[in-house]
């Protein structure tokens, strides 16, 4: 699988996941020194090149290969939650099926510590190096699962004892309402359609965040974040 990006192809690096790696001819002295630093393999090569590789020209002269992204098994986020000594927090997605989103939401679950992302096998983004790059190479650091219904998922977790709380802005509470002393789920739904009904019908709680008057709703990421902030912050005043 290649991915491209400084982020991505550099944290893949830090992990060790990389085997050949391929670079424009041209890019910055400290970029080759940091290459050299990681110990990377690397071969310098026309810019077009590597357009041609990745089909894109927003590559920024660094493309890698990496073995194929794989899925995790449902049990991981879990074990996680458990090592870390923690309720477990998890992300479920509902009809995700941009891969910049999805990167994008990776991204944000990993950085406020959610234990896994959750996605259907029929309405998500496949794992990609578009979803790589947009997740600034946090795929490979945050267990992520895919299921066959989202909606039975979700009765699955809840006959765990987790809560399953959905967004929404037609909500009549606001996320600062809620209780987050639990172990829990946060569904997020596409930006166009939102979570479809049944899924939101599986909720225990449907919460909107407040906006100033007159502003639009938030993306998906930026939705996600807000409200993982606001776990965090539950959890820590209770520490």
């Known amino acids: 699988m290649l991915i491209y990006g400084r ?3 550099l944290e893949a690096l830090r992990e060790g996941q990389v085997g050949q790696v391929w670079v424009a001819k ?19 090569v026309p810019r077009i090149e590597l357009d041609q590789m990745v089909r894109t020209t927003q590559h920024q002269g660094l493309v890698a290969e990496i073995e194929e992204a794989t899925y995790s098994d449902p049990e ?7 090592k870390r000594g923690e309720q477990v927090l998890l992300v479920v997605l509902d009809g995700i099926t941009d891969p910049r989103n999805y990167g994008a939401l ?8 959610a234990h896994g992302v959750v996605s259907e096998e029929r309405r998500s983004a496949p794992l990609s190096a578009l979803v790589m790059k947009a997740s600034a190479g ?11 219904n989202i909606a039975r998922y979700l009765e699955q977790l809840k006959e765990r004892n987790v809560w399953v709380y959905g967004t929404s802005g037609k909500a009549s509470k606001t996320i600062d309402q809620l209780d987050y002393q639990r172990p829990l789920a946060i569904v997020i739904g596409s930006e166009g ?4 009904r049944l ?12 906006l100033a008057e007159g502003a639009e709703s938030l993306n998906a990421a930026v939705a996600l974040g807000v409200v993982l902030y606001q776990v965090g912050l539950s959890r820590r005043a209770v520490q």
Not at 138 to 148: D, F, G, N
Not at 193 to 196: A, D, F, L, Q, V
């Open 199 to 210: 899924v939101a019908e599986h909720c225990d709680e449907l919460a909107k965040i407040p």
């Open 193 to 196: 359609e939102g979570m479809r």
């Open 106 to 113: 990776i991204r944000s679950a990993f950085a406020l510590g």
């Open 26 to 44: 041209g890019v910055e002295a400290w970029l080759l020194k940091e290459l050299d630093k990681l110990g990377a393999a690397y071969k310098l």
């Open 7 to 9: 982020n991505p192809v």
């Open 76 to 82: 991981a986020p879990f074990r996680l939650a458990q």
């Open 138 to 148: 946090t795929a490979s650091k945050i267990p992520l699962v895919q299921v066959k």
